[in-house]
């Protein structure tokens, strides 16, 4: 890879210039970057890191890249390089390193942009983690797609990667939900029967008192009601949970482990308390120290459910960074989820991973903080941990916003959204801005066959290249050894946009790793976008004066071998966020 190549450039004039300076050369290496240059006229890449080591080494930054580009005069890898205000290293780099790295490439096919196996980092990425009342609808979407593209993101990048939905199996909510079976199956038998007001009125719910009723007939109509509701919401859990992993599947989407929170309850929760306690870290008291006078916003949960604030036992998360100190455990005895979600988390820790991803809602961002220094009292790592909180979005049909309501019985499932516009537009949609970015989508843009189908664009783009590969064979060109062409054959292409075009496409596998580090998978979304799209401008641009196919042989070549490469890269690009790639596909407007 050109950057790894040119970074470790860097790196020897460095050693050169700051000599056995120690830590300061560690530090500089450590913050090294080398980033593809924004315009043509910079060059192919550019580093600050001059810049970044000035203050410690005591002298200006263009006196520092200047004297690095001096180290680095003469290497074959580069052609030009260039120290530039304030303190940029611009490099230009032989056209021949692109063609090698295009070949290399070619050469690796489905496999190009996959980094090694590394077997020791595992990763867990905990995503969706929907409360089993229910199907899942639009408000699980987004949070279901990120998280598997960035599962996907990471196995890509190198790391084992174990996908975990954490079930919120016990509670007051899921009891709600055996009482809201409980009742419509007593419906179901001609009772004239009252839904509570936070009961569940969805129509799921009668489908799952229908499948009651099927399997045991009329055995709870005369049951104890106690023992008929517990039958029920571990009835409709199970239901629930399969009508999820269903719909999640269909989605392209398999977890590989139900982390079920009543077993935690059980093993956990107690210990984790005791853990606390044995610390000194817990207080019982009519409120939290130091909030008498805190004034909350009338709006947030806080101001809400105050009275349930009121009296209980305290953990000291204020000396971890915490704003304030969270109640545990009620006056009446009840746990707070903040407890179990601890717990949770102590557990994911205990099974060892180096590296932990949990995907929380926009409504959940407040919990991070509490979250981390409960993990912080228990003398853990929370580096370890990384918290992604995913936005609202809103979908739009006709001008309004598609709403739902588990509670109101409106749902809007994410099913009927598979089964409306596809998984891969689903997909795409979730994925085309970063996660904690809020922005609306117009669903009637996915039904259109059109380059105003941002799905459509980008997949089209595939189909056509695929096309063009086609329709060379048939024209008598052979696309078979395109991987072995002589470097004077891929020198000639000549056009700007040819090299950008090359250059482009071999920078999936520094996409994908800069991706995964940072946990954005839109990125990978957003490089398919751009690759697309100066493929489709270099495309119309020159199809009737410098074709793709035409009667030069060896220069088709080349032109073939650079559209192989961007079907790979944009291929592989696709693929690694779960989207497909078609080889074929109907426009609106007649291809070539």
């Known amino acids: 890879m050109i950057e790894e190549r040119l970074s470790e450039l860097v790196q020897l004039a460095l050693k050169n210039f700051l000599g056995d300076s120690g830590l300061l050369l560690e530090n500089a290496v450590r913050s090294l970057r080398i980033d593809a240059a924004k315009s043509v006229e910079h060059g192919d890449f550019t580093t600050n890191i001059a810049m970044l080591i000035a203050k410690a080494v005591g002298q200006p930054p263009m ?235 009338e709006d947030s949960n806080a101001a809400k459910f105050v009275d349930r604030q009121l009296g209980g036992t305290f953990l000291k998360t204020s000396q971890f960074g915490d704003d304030e100190d969270r109640i545990v455990v009620r006056k009446s005895g009840e746990l707070v989820y903040l407890v179990s979600d601890l717990a949770y988390h102590k557990d994911k820790f205990d099974r060892g991973y180096k590296r932990m991803i949990a995907l929380f809602g926009a409504d959940h961002a407040g919990h991070v903080a509490r979250l981390r220094a409960g993990v912080r009292a228990l003398g853990l790592d929370d580096k370890r941990l990384e918290f992604v909180v995913v936005q609202i979005m809103r979908l739009i049909r006709d001008g309004k916003e598609v709403r739902f309501s588990k509670r109101a019985g409106e749902i809007y499932r994410l099913s009927d959204l598979l089964e409306e516009i596809g998984a891969d537009a689903a997909r795409f949609i979730f994925l085309m801005r970063s996660a904690n970015a809020q922005f609306d989508f117009d669903l009637d843009l996915c039904l259109k066959q059109s380059q105003d189908n941002p799905v459509f664009y980008v997949q089209y783009g595939h189909a056509r290249m695929a096309a063009l590969l086609r329709k060379a064979v048939e024209n008598g060109a052979s696309t078979k050894g395109l991987d072995e062409l002589p470097l004077t054959v891929m020198a000639r292409l000549k056009l700007v946009e040819e090299r950008e075009l090359l250059k482009k496409a071999i920078r999936l596998p520094e996409i994908i790793r800069s991706a995964a580090e940072g946990s954005e ?72």
């Open 63 to 297: 006196v520092i890249a200047a004297k690095l580009c001096e180290s680095m005069a003469g290497a074959p890898l580069i052609n030009e390089l260039s120290a530039v205000k304030p303190g940029f290293i611009n490099f230009r780099v032989a056209d021949e390193a692109i063609f090698e790295e295009v070949q290399a490439a070619l050469k690796a096919g489905t496999q190009f942009g996959r980094w090694p196996k590394r077997l020791s980092d595992t990763v867990l990425v905990e995503f969706v983690s929907a409360n089993p009342t229910g199907p899942l609808h639009l408000g699980h979407a987004r949070g279901a797609f990120v998280g598997d593209a960035l599962a996907r993101l990471l196995d890509m990048a190198g790391y084992n990667v174990e996908r975990e939905f954490y079930v919120n199996d016990t509670g007051k909510q899921v009891r709600t939900l055996g009482e809201s079976i409980y009742l419509r199956y007593r419906q179901l038998y001609g009772e004239d029967v009252v839904l509570a007001k936070d009961a569940y009125p969805g129509e799921y719910v009668i489908d799952i008192a229908k499948q009651v009723l099927e399997k045991d007939r009329d055995k709870w109509l005369h049951a104890d009601k106690d023992s008929a509701v517990s039958y029920m919401t571990e009835f409709g859990i199970k239901a629930n949970l399969k009508d999820i992993g269903d719909t999640l599947l269909s989605a392209g989407i398999c977890m590989d482990r139900w982390f079920s929170e009543a077993t935690l309850q059980k093993a956990k929760v107690f210990d984790l308390l005791d853990s606390y306690r044995n610390a000194g870290l817990l207080y019982d008291a009519d409120a939290a120290h130091g909030v008498e006078d805190k004034t909350r916003r």
């Open 521 to 592: 998978p839109h990125r990978v979304l957003y490089y398919c976008h751009e690759l697309i799209g100066d493929f489709h401008s270099y495309y119309s641009r020159y199809k009737n004066t410098e074709r793709v196919i035409s009667d030069d042989k060896e220069l088709t070549q080349a032109r073939l071998a650079m559209v192989a490469v961007l079907k790979i890269a944009l291929a592989n690009a696709l693929q690694t966020l779960g989207v497909s790639a078609p080889e074929r596909m109907d426009a609106t407007n007649k291809d070539e």
